[in-house]
């Protein structure tokens, strides 16, 4: 048999695995919500034996929302989360950074035996250092926790703001330990897939803390400077396009980011420098009306980012 | 009869005008292109009496593909300019800041008596400080010109990379001068609706340098340094979407951009400085771990926004 012809046995048994499991989410905001719309809607047969979808949040509405939009099939009070955990196959921990790493260490008895457990959160330094600084007093050998990381999301918040098309072609990075069981990676990476992402970044968490300080958390605090430093809201009616483009992501939530970048300082501060940098390079050129520097440096900047779209 | 019913006749008489005008582009790239094929597709009949487009570029490939595509009537070598000058009520000048200002005294002597003439420059300061500078000598009584400035674009370069529908729901800016004829502007004002143009903003010259220094240019030297500083070309890989986007710019047209900076040196610097200081103090902030501080600015930054967008 070939290579191809096995994996695609192999996956066809994932899939049905996957098709039937019962998922938890802790957190149905806009991640977990468009996880769980997505797990319903991309993974879940319409007809045959189905998985189960719970979920566990603050807000009721969102989970009564939720279940009169047939994504989950029952909504959990955070007193009622040691209920919920018992019987979920694959859980999602959709939390804060800080909370994430609370959650895990708080609830570590309340998983099922054999369950998959992962989470969404944007820094992983801090929740790395600590669970793998005491295994034991951390982790159950029984529970395979496997640090996650899908790169997408909208302006919007909430489970309202939620929809199953944000991992649509996007990348989703995962951050296998020396622990990780192989048939529990295969499985997370097969419904990410299923989910609709394009591509599936295998790496450990100091890089990518590092990478994201520059691609996610600079970007962040670009925009939030650039509409800072705006002389009044009117301005959009000047506006072609770039500057609303470049701006999208200032509407931002304002206690998540703070967290992330307050979590992720080092690596940030480093990444705003090096921006501030080339910035000042370039405005150096402009004020020195040096035509042809500054017309070399948009060369080589056109040549680079046309190399990176081809990297997509 | 109400001042709606009297405005519907009199679009009607101006639309009428517009369907049956002789259109002349002095360069036929992704601009010139991108408003020829709107003025062929949305407002010429398909039917009936229609009007006719010429258009003079560099490239004969250019024209040669825009007379194959039905786009233009007929195209001119350089060396042919004046011929078509000489027939066209409604030109469009569609070339870089400078060479407008050339053209426009070049060919002071070609234009046909009672036309149209305006540009699409993205700095007016120069252009408009000569002309007004010594009417007399750079402008004819009988030939009208007005300065405006389509806010639209994309990445792409030439009559290939043109599009009738970059036009769709952007901002148009003209820049009316006490000698411009009412309605001439009406008639530029209809055409432009007519193209898919949401909002016109009427302004001075200056105002537009200043304002469009931030939202455009300074958007530009924000990408390039973001794309500048970036480690390698590989990073897109741990991309979500937001590096994507505030980049997407940073494919720019180096020598044209060398031209629109150095063209508005003051007006950018001072831009970039405000910029610079919004990124620091958010920088300090994240450095001396202010978690209050970082946080309100965000907030202001999310409230900020969201009143731009519905300013929109």
């Known amino acids: 048999m070939s290579d191809t012809i096995q994996q695609n046995i192999e996956n066809s048994r994932l899939d049905d695995k996957l098709r039937t499991m019962t998922y938890g989410f802790v957190g149905l905001g806009i991640m977990g919500g468009s996880l769980a719309k997505a797990i319903r809607n991309r993974v879940f047969d319409t007809d045959g034996p189905k998985g189960k979808i719970l979920a566990m949040d603050i807000k009721p509405l969102s989970l009564q929302q939720a279940v009169s939009d047939k994504i989950i099939d029952e909504g959990f009070q955070p007193c009622q989360v040691r ?143 650039l509409v800072d430093s705006a002389e009044d809201e009117q301005i959009t009616a000047f506006g072609g396009g770039s500057y609303e483009d470049l701006t999208r992501i200032a509407l931002i939530n304002a206690p998540l980011w703070t967290e992330l970048f307050l979590s992720n300082q080092k690596e940030l501060i480093s990444m705003i420098e090096n921006f501030e940098n080339s910035l000042s390079k370039m405005k150096g050129q402009i004020a020195a009306g040096d035509k042809e520097g500054l017309c070399k440096t948009l060369s080589d900047v056109r040549s680079k980012r046309a190399a990176m779209a081809t990297k997509k």
């Open 83 to 225: 209920q919920m955990l018992a019987v979920c196959d694959f859980v999602f921990i959709c939390l804060y950074p800080g909370a994430t790493l609370d959650f895990l260490i708080e609830y570590r008895d309340a998983f099922k035996s054999g369950c998959i457990v992962t989470d969404i959160s944007g820094v992983k330094t801090k929740i790395a250092q600590t669970l793998y600084s005491d295994r034991e007093k951390y982790l159950r050998p029984d529970v395979d926790f496997i640090l996650g990381h899908p790169m997408a999301g909208n302006e919007k918040e909430g489970y309202e703001g939620s929809t199953q098309t944000v991992f649509q072609n996007r990348n989703y990075i995962i951050m296998p330990d020396s622990q990780n069981k192989p048939e529990n990676l295969e499985l997370l990476k097969l419904l990410v897939t299923r989910l609709g992402i394009r591509r599936i970044i295998e790496t450990d968490y100091i890089t990518h803390d590092h990478k994201i300080a520059f691609t996610s958390q600079l970007c962040h605090v670009i925009a939030s400077a």
